[in-house]
């Protein structure tokens, strides 16, 4: 077992048990790829067998334990050897797609309820990680969808993922979008991404202005973390729900009990 922290130390919420990578601790504190210093890299360059034959042996097929028994997740659990191995033998970025994180888990619970919110409509999963996100929009009728996340790995990721839940493979971007021109979409869901005071700041500025372009419709999914409750965009949200968080998230997630969907409104 792994004698310090790892990765999950820094990641959007720190989980109460070693882990993995505890190279994450020589940043600041910091994700190892924050937006806009990810690889270039489309997901196809990834469709290789080897990548696909690492990702099947060192994640675990699970639907139990969130908020959406319906969609089946590739993820690191307690049962995968890399859940307590050593840091330096992971060979690639630390993966926060392997993590079904509280505010993604209540964002695909309210699709799944209310698929009238995205049913025939566009639909931009904001750093997407697992895909789950996104796979709970296209199970609710979404007309098109774009999952974005800036490690390409997590784009092999999605893709087996959709796989799982008998879905086609969706348009996957690998780039920081928050530096292309905007595009149009009905609606743009993010969770978990307020854990950083930068980031946040350029989430909110992109946001507004997708807004105030294009009308598009934002939901945020967050489980109430610090940097999110502070932040200025508390002003513009509207609470839309609330869920009660199952005991395996509470307890991978320092006892956070809920997670909520909030509607940005500018």
């Excluded at 993966?95 to 309210?110: D, M, N, T, V």
């Excluded at 971007?173 to 905007?182: G, H």
Aim: proline residues 7%; glycine residues 8%; aromatic residues 10%.
């Amino acid at each position: 077992m792994a004698l310090s922290l790892g990765w999950r130390a820094f990641a959007p919420f720190p989980m109460n048990h070693c882990g993995v990578f505890v190279k994450a601790m020589r940043s600041s504190g910091l994700p190892l790829f924050p937006w806009g210093h990810g690889p270039r890299r489309g997901v196809r360059s990834l469709l290789e067998p080897e990548m696909k034959a690492f990702l099947e042996e060192n994640t675990e097929v699970t639907n139990s334990g969130s908020l959406t028994p319906e969609i089946r997740l590739r993820l690191l659990t307690p049962n995968c050897k890399f859940w307590w191995e050593r840091a330096d033998l992971w060979p690639h970025s630390d993966p926060y797609w392997a993590i079904y994180w509280p505010g993604g888990q209540a964002l695909s619970r309210y699709l799944l309820d209310n698929p009238d919110v995205v049913r025939g409509k566009s639909v931009l999963d904001l750093g997407s990680g697992c895909g789950a996100t996104a796979i709970a929009a296209k199970m609710s009728g979404a007309s098109r969808i774009l999952a974005t996340d800036i490690d390409p790995i997590a784009g092999m990721a999605i893709t087996l993922n959709c796989e799982l839940n008998q879905l086609n493979p969706f348009p996957i971007l690998t780039k920081n979008i928050l530096d292309l021109e905007q595009d149009k979409w009905d609606l743009i869901v993010l969770g978990d991404m307020f854990y950083d005071e930068d980031l946040a700041d350029s989430l909110h500025r992109w946001l507004k202005n997708c807004c105030w372009t294009h009308r598009t419709q934002v939901l945020i999914g967050d489980p109430g973390r610090p940097q999110f409750r502070g932040h200025s965009i508390q002003h513009q949200l509207h609470k839309v729900v609330e869920y009660s968080l199952p005991e395996s998230t509470r307890q991978e997630n320092n006892g956070l009990t809920t997670s909520t969907v909030w509607d940005f409104q500018p």
